[in-house]
């Protein structure tokens, strides 16, 4: 998408997880480009009590402790995304909020193409044992996984994905061609292997197709190179639900008091 800057919101209990990547390289160009947005919120900023509490022990016993569904309605409220019964606003339109999820279906190269078409994107990250069930149900529009393993926190997650989406935002890259022969590029074939000089190191050669100079030959070395073994299955067998758990940098005001 050309000429508008893609906006993405962050809610969580540690901001300070956010700087460091985002502010580096090609998305903290793109921000002083003013291709990417950036706002990173305090969740315990909408705390059920004065003293920042955000989870509470789970409903029918169990280990840890579960987030709950107020703080993250509040804050979409203030955000003027939803309305107090979970419905989208009108100023949610172009906007997706995103729950990183233990069950959400597995974030692909498809899903990054999908969400940049998108002017907004809200990621709501998880911790503790997880986030109150109703919080995916009538305040999300997805929960999104990226990939069957545990993790302390949804902060990467959110991070990998916005990395994903980003660069595929008009402007972002140097070379938005590149984009075009990437991995996964068209759901089913991953890039193919790279080389550079020197042609030898410590024995370790070139394939001498690439250096033949026959243009017609190399790229088909470089498809069946993409395709390989087993590469196209790989995405649909692995897209279904997961059991992960899932200006520069600008941190949002303290919302005002009620």
Not at 210 to 232: C, F, K, P, T, Y
Not at 246 to 254: A, E, N
Request: hydrophobic fraction near 35%; glycine fraction near 8%.
């Amino acid at each position: 998408m050309k000429g508008k800057s893609l906006r993405v919101d962050f809610l969580s209990l540690f901001p300070e997880m956010f700087p460091g990547y985002l502010n580096a390289s090609i998305l903290g160009r793109a921000q002083q480009t003013g291709r990417l947005e950036i706002v990173v919120h305090q969740l315990r900023d909408w705390a059920v009590d004065q003293y920042g509490h955000v989870d509470d022990r789970p409903f029918g016993g169990g280990v840890g402790m579960v987030m709950m569904i107020e703080p993250f309605q509040k804050a979409l409220m203030d955000l003027k995304l939803r309305k107090k019964n979970g419905e989208p606003t009108v100023a949610a339109k172009k906007t997706r909020i995103i729950l990183t999820s233990a069950k959400g279906t597995l974030f692909t190269q498809a899903d990054a193409q999908r969400l940049a078409d998108y002017d907004r994107l809200v990621f709501l990250c998880g911790r503790y044992e997880g986030v109150d069930e109703r919080v995916a149900t009538h305040l999300v529009d997805e929960e999104l996984s990226i990939g069957p393993y545990v993790m302390t926190g949804g902060e990467l997650a959110s991070l990998v994905m916005t990395d994903a989406v980003a660069r595929l935002r008009h402007g972002v890259l140097g070379k938005e061609q590149s984009l075009q022969e990437e991995s996964w590029s068209d759901g089913e074939t991953r890039e193919y292997p790279q080389y550079s000089r020197p042609e030898e190191f410590c024995g370790w050669k070139v394939p001498s197709i690439l250096l033949s100079g026959n243009h017609a030959a190399i790229a088909r070395w470089r498809r069946e190179q993409s395709l390989g073994d087993g590469v196209r299955s790989t995405v649909s067998n692995l897209r279904q639900p997961q059991s992960h758990l899932t200006k520069q940098l600008r941190i949002s005001p303290k919302p005002p008091k009620k």
